[in-house]
Structure formats: C-alpha cells, structure tokens
Nanobody, 122 residues
Framework: VQVVESGGGLVQPGDSLRLTCVSSGDTICISTMGWYRQAPGKEREFVAGITWTAGLTYYADSVKGRFTISRDNAKNTVYLQMNSLKPDDTAVYYC????????????????WGQGTQVTVSS
C-alpha cells in the first residue's frame, strides 16, 4: 500500500486548508485511515480517523469542531478539511492506513505517507 498526502501550505490564522490523502496498491486490507501531525520537537499526535465502510469518525479534542475528516471510497481518498487554523496547528501532517478499527496509537498503523507541511503564521 502506498500513501501520498498533499495540500499543505502556508496560511494565516483563521484560514482554511484541505489536505488530501490517496492510497493505492493492495488497499483491500485497509479499513481505517487516520491523520497525524508532528510539530518540531514534539511527538507525533493523532488528529482524526475514519473507517472506510461505515464512515465512522473520531477526532482529537484539540481539533474537534474545526477539522472534518471525510472519504471518497471510489477514489481511495481521504480528506482533512481544516478550518479556523491556529499557529498551534503548524506541523507536518501524515496520513496512515491500518487494517482494523480507529485507534490513536501511531505504531498500530501499518502504512504511512511522507507527510505534508502545514504552517499557520501571520
């Protein structure tokens, strides 16, 4: 399975950004996709997750109400719509796939993308 993220960039506080994650290859085994982020000097943290079949979602408290995860099954694509961005949202954002339910522990995701940088600054 290959995972590729895109959509990062430099935005101002309060702006919106949409990240895209495309999975390819033997994706039949994948049942959950998640977004993580890692800021300089900090550990990688869970942001949001979604299940392929039922579309169940789960969010970190820090982004709840501002970020929305969604999927397009036909395109093997997951989106992360980020609104009301704050400087604290600055990080490299990673997409990850796993065979199983949504979990927040990063090491339980089997496939990872290379990440896309999101910078929120005035």
């Amino acid at each position: 399975v290959q995972v590729v993220e895109s959509g990062g960039g430099l935005v101002q506080p309060g702006d919106s950004l949409r990240l895209t994650c495309v999975s390819s290859g033997d994706t039949i085994c994948i049942s959950t996709m998640g977004w993580y982020r890692q800021a300089p000097g900090k550990e990688r943290e869970f942001v949001a997750g979604i299940t392929w079949t039922a579309g169940l979602t789960y969010y970190a408290d820090s982004v709840k109400g501002r970020f929305t995860i969604s999927r397009d099954n036909a395109k093997n694509t997951v989106y992360l719509q980020m609104n009301s961005l704050k400087p604290d949202d600055t990080a490299v954002y990673y997409c990850a796939d796993r065979a199983g339910a949504i979990v927040t522990v990063a090491r339980l995701y089997q496939y990872w993308g290379q990440g896309t940088q999101v910078t929120v600054s005035s």
